[in-house]
Every structure is written in structure tokens, then in C-alpha cells.
Nanobody, 124 residues
Framework: QVQLVESGGGLVQAGGSLRLSCAAS????????MGWFRQAPGKERESVATISWSGGMTYYANYADSVKARFTIFRDNAKNTLYLQMNSLKPEDTAVYYC??????????????WGQGTQVTVSS
């Protein structure tokens, strides 16, 4: 059974930092890509950052243009935990952030598993 549980959200001032965590059950890292999505009120859910890997320590990360150079996605395999380090936060980063996981099929991620979400609010 695969479960994802996010934590680390909260209220911060613009320019501040937060680190989101996603605890994953099982050995999901060996067979699935993972990522962070977010959804702001009145907007569609969007990809923030994704990470995938294929054997050994090789992995690949992709970021939305709006967060690149400010956010970093990384993992701790020993803890089966995915992280999103968010620096230089802006009010437009305010959203519910979701952890997701799934296989890549035909070059397309299949996000089959989702966490419950954690609220990030950035004040001006």
C-alpha cells in the first residue's frame, strides 16, 4: 500500500523559506517518479517540481519556470522522504501543495498517488 503524507506548510513572510516533507510508504523511490504540485484558489493544479531516477544515484529534476532557482526538490532514500526546499517565497506561491508519485509510461508521468496536501501561505 502506497501512502504519501505531506508536512511542513505554514505561514511565512515574503522572502522567507519553508521546507515541505513528503513521507512515502514502501519502496516507492525505486519504481516511481515523484513530484510536488500546487493549487491556488481559482486556479488549476500545476506542477511545481518533479524528480525521477533510473538506478544508482542518477536522478533528474524539473521545475516550473516560476520557481526555478528558488525551489529545490530532493529526497532522502533512507527515510523514504521527498522534500521541497522553498526559498525567497513570494505571495504568489500561496497554495495547497501536494506530493505525488507514479510511473512514467511512454514518457508521460502517471501520477497515481497523492498526499492530502499542506497549506503554504506567504504574506506580503
Amino acid at each position: 500500500q502506497v501512502q504519501l503524507v505531506e508536512s511542513g506548510g505554514g505561514l511565512v513572510q515574503a522572502g522567507g523559506s519553508l521546507r515541505l516533507s513528503c513521507a512515502a510508504s514502501g519502496r516507492i523511490y525505486s519504481s516511481h517518479a515523484m513530484g510536488w504540485f500546487r493549487q491556488a484558489p481559482g486556479k488549476e493544479r500545476e506542477s511545481v517540481a518533479t524528480i525521477s531516477w533510473s538506478g544508482g544515484m542518477t536522478y533528474y529534476a524539473n521545475y516550473a519556470d516560476s520557481v526555478k532557482a528558488r525551489f529545490t526538490i530532493f529526497r532522502d532514500n533512507a527515510k523514504n522522504t521527498l522534500y521541497l526546499q522553498m526559498n525567497s517565497l513570494k505571495p504568489e506561491d500561496t497554495a495547497v501543495y501536494y506530493c505525488t508519485a507514479g510511473p512514467r509510461v511512454g514518457g508521460v508521468f502517471q501520477w497515481n498517488y497523492w498526499g492530502q496536501g499542506t497549506q503554504v501561505t506567504v504574506s506580503s
